[in-house]
Nanobody, 115 residues
Framework: QVQVVESGGGLVQAGGSLRLSCAAS????????MGWYRQTPGKQRELVAT???????NYADSVKGRFTISRDNAKNTVYLQMNSLKPEDTAVYYCTAMYGNRNYWGQGTQVTVSS
């Protein structure tokens, strides 16, 4: 079965860095577009960054210049390097694997940025 598992969340001070990882199994990883979304209580899940199977990236305006998404097809893993973190980046971060009408989500990892 398909599994999408995030890791790397935690508590960090403002201005610090974290790297999230997302390992996917049960899919042909290299053909899937991958993405990171985040959600805070009472708000809709929002796009953070995506990377296509061809390595084309897209970022939310709020994270451009601070976050970098990348993928390692040999490891079936996508990463989100987060630098210059701000308290407003605090959220549960979700990884998703997308191909056609198939969309698989992980369980999320909490990122908390203290001021």
């Amino acid at each position: 079965q398909v599994q999408v598992v995030e890791s790397g969340g935690g508590l960090v001070q403002a201005g610090g860095s974290l790297r999230l990882s997302c390992a996917a199994s049960g899919i042909i990883f290299s053909i899937f577009d991958m993405g990171w979304y985040r959600q805070t209580p009472g708000k809709q899940r929002e796009l953070v960054a995506t990377i296509t199977s061809g390595d084309r990236t897209n970022y939310a305006d709020s994270v451009k210049g601070r976050f970098t998404i990348s993928r390692d097809n040999a490891k079936n893993t996508v990463y989100l390097q987060m630098n210059s973190l701000k308290p407003e980046d605090t959220a549960v971060y979700y990884c998703t694997a997308m191909y056609g009408n198939r969309n698989y989500w992980g369980q999320g990892t909490q990122v908390t940025v203290s001021s």
